[in-house]
């Protein structure tokens, strides 16, 4: 386990500096720069700026730089407003982990319930009922969702009031963050249970005598929720850092929105830290996926 971890870890390592030397050769090969603008600047002006942002020197030399600088955990400033780009990231980050959190643990917990009602409910009145909504969830897209949820709940019957910083309300955002997950782990875990209940070892407890919901929880759910696993890693850290849309419609100011911002507005080192964090945090939740199958199932060797 621990050699498998160390080298895991030096995969991720070596990812994320790959990761950081094609953005940054790529940022900087798009034509245009970060102070251009609708009103254009003088010359004197933009030698000033660039020499005091070292975009000056030669692209492979600012690439050293700024690596220079990660490791010493200095992600620069906003070429935009001179804010601290670590302290933006924080902020931002903390206010779509609430809601991306929250989201992640309600398409969980659904997901997991209503894929093994379905599962042991085949052909069923249950399963038809979930399998609908299931469907119609992946097929809706999450703006259309959204905006159908603050139309209804927020404007029409003024049942949840509208995102503000000062009395935030959670309840929308989660539901159309959670809604699309939610319904994918649901089909993962009705085939995987589908597959599981069909096993030597579940027909052989069964005709032992073992009793239902043991067999279901001990012996089906455990081994039916590695693919659920395998796709619960990428998908916390994708809704952890935010969900651009979902940010534009209830305008919360999370990381998504930051890191879109930071693109129109040639930001390069928010472009980079927003970047590097959200590789990071991928990776991560990536390596912690595979620890978390030699929990579920010990039988798995990792080498």
Same mark, same amino acid.
């Given at each position: 386990?621990?050699?498998?971890?160390?080298?895991?870890?030096?995969?991720? !390592?070596?990812? +994320?500096?790959?990761?950081?030397?094609?953005? $940054?050769?790529? *940022?900087?090969?798009?034509?245009?720069?970060?102070?251009?603008?609708?009103? %254009?600047?003088?010359?004197?002006?933009?030698?000033?700026?660039?020499?005091?942002?070292?975009?000056?020197?030669? &692209?492979?030399?600012?690439? &050293?730089?700024?690596?220079?600088?990660? =490791?010493?955990?200095?992600?620069?400033?906003?070429?935009?407003?001179?804010?601290? #780009?670590?302290? *933006?990231?924080?902020?931002?980050?903390?206010?779509?982990?609430?809601?991306?959190?929250?989201?992640? #643990?309600?398409?969980?917990?659904?997901?997991?319930?209503?894929?093994?009602?379905?599962?042991?409910?085949?052909?069923?009145?249950?399963?038809?009922?979930?399998?609908?909504?299931?469907?119609?969830?992946? %097929? *809706? @897209?999450? $703006?259309?969702?959204?905006? =159908?949820?603050?139309?209804?709940?927020?404007?029409?019957?003024?049942?949840? @009031?509208?995102?503000?910083?000062?009395?935030?309300?959670?309840? +929308?955002?989660?539901?159309? +963050?959670?809604?699309?997950?939610?319904?994918?782990?649901?089909?993962?875990?009705?085939?995987?249970?589908?597959?599981?209940?069909?096993?030597?070892? &579940?027909?052989? %407890?069964?005709?032992?005598?073992?009793?239902? !919901?043991?067999?279901?929880? #001990?012996?089906?759910?455990?081994?039916? !929720? #590695?693919?659920?696993?395998?796709?619960?890693?990428? !998908?916390? %850290?994708?809704?952890?850092?935010?969900?651009?849309?979902?940010?534009?419609?209830? /305008?919360?100011?999370?990381?998504?929105?930051? =890191?879109?911002?930071?693109?129109?507005?040639?930001?390069?080192?928010?472009?980079?830290?927003?970047?590097?964090?959200?590789? /990071?945090?991928?990776?991560?939740?990536?390596?912690?996926?595979?620890?978390?199958?030699?929990?579920?199932?010990?039988?798995?060797?990792?080498?």
């Amino acid at each position: 386990m621990a050699k498998y971890i160390v080298k895991r870890v030096l995969l991720a !390592l070596l990812s +994320l500096f790959l990761i950081c030397f094609i953005t $940054f050769f790529t *940022m900087n090969a798009i034509p245009g720069g970060p102070f251009n603008g609708e009103k %254009a600047k003088s010359e004197a002006v933009m030698k000033v700026l660039n020499e005091r942002y070292g975009l000056d020197k030669p &692209v492979p030399v600012q690439f &050293v730089n700024y690596m220079r600088n990660i =490791f010493r955990g200095d992600f620069g400033v906003s070429l935009k407003n001179g804010r601290d #780009i670590a302290q *933006m990231i924080g902020e931002s980050f903390t206010v779509s982990a609430k809601i991306g959190g929250m989201a992640v #643990i309600v398409a969980l917990i659904f997901g997991i319930i209503l894929g093994s009602i379905a599962a042991l409910n085949r052909n069923k009145w249950p399963d038809h009922v979930i399998i609908f909504f299931v469907t119609l969830f992946t %097929a *809706m @897209p999450s $703006f259309v969702f959204a905006s =159908f949820l603050l139309l209804i709940f927020c404007i029409q019957l003024g049942w949840v @009031p509208v995102w503000s910083t000062e009395n935030p309300s959670y309840v +929308l955002p989660v539901m159309a +963050l959670s809604l699309s997950p939610m319904a994918y782990i649901t089909r993962l875990t009705k085939t995987s249970m589908l597959d599981v209940l069909g096993q030597d070892y &579940v027909r052989t %407890a069964r005709a032992k005598g073992v009793s239902p !919901l043991k067999v279901i929880f #001990i012996h089906s759910l455990r081994n039916a !929720l #590695i693919p659920v696993i395998t796709y619960v890693g990428p !998908l916390t %850290a994708s809704i952890l850092t935010g969900s651009l849309v979902i940010e534009k419609i209830f /305008t919360i100011g999370g990381l998504g929105s930051k =890191f879109v911002d930071s693109i129109t507005n040639r930001d390069y080192p928010l472009i980079m830290g927003t970047t590097i964090f959200l590789a /990071t945090l991928m990776v991560t939740m990536n390596l912690l996926s595979d620890i978390v199958y030699k929990i579920v199932d010990p039988r798995i060797k990792l080498e």
